[in-house]
Nanobody, 118 residues
Framework: QVQLVESGGGLVQAGGSLRLSCAAS????????LGWYRQVLGKQREFIAS???????NYADSVKARFTISRDNAKNTVFLQMNSLKPEDTAVYYC????????????WGQGTQVTVSS
């Protein structure tokens, strides 16, 4: 079983920065792909970024060049550095991981609110 706990959300002015963290419990962290999604109330959850076990990254076009995903396997933590924030980045941000054993399971954190004021 994997548990994910996000932190680092808050209120920031447009143009500012925030760094989200997601701490994971459970074994095999370094082998798993990790990702960040966000969701605005009433809308579908949206992919933001992912990072594989070999540190290959992928970003949504809407955040490319502004957001950076990274991981620290020694601390079982994934980060999302968010720069040049815009009001449209306002959402609840979730981290997730996919664990592949005899089956494929995805796990999600509880989310952290990011609010960007104009």
């Amino acid at each position: 079983q994997v548990q994910l706990v996000e932190s680092g959300g808050g209120l920031v002015q447009a143009g500012g920065s925030l760094r989200l963290s997601c701490a994971a419990s459970g074994s095999g962290f370094s082998d798993n792909v990790l990702g960040w999604y966000r969701q605005v109330l009433g809308k579908q959850r949206e992919f933001i970024a992912s990072i594989t076990s070999t540190y290959s990254t992928n970003y949504a076009d809407s955040v490319k060049a502004r957001f950076t995903i990274s991981r620290d396997n020694a601390k079982n933590t994934v980060f999302l550095q968010m720069n040049s924030l815009k009001p449209e980045d306002t959402a609840v941000y979730y981290c997730m991981t996919v664990v592949v054993t005899s089956q494929i399971n995805d796990y999600w954190g509880q989310g952290t609110q990011v609010t960007v004021s104009s």
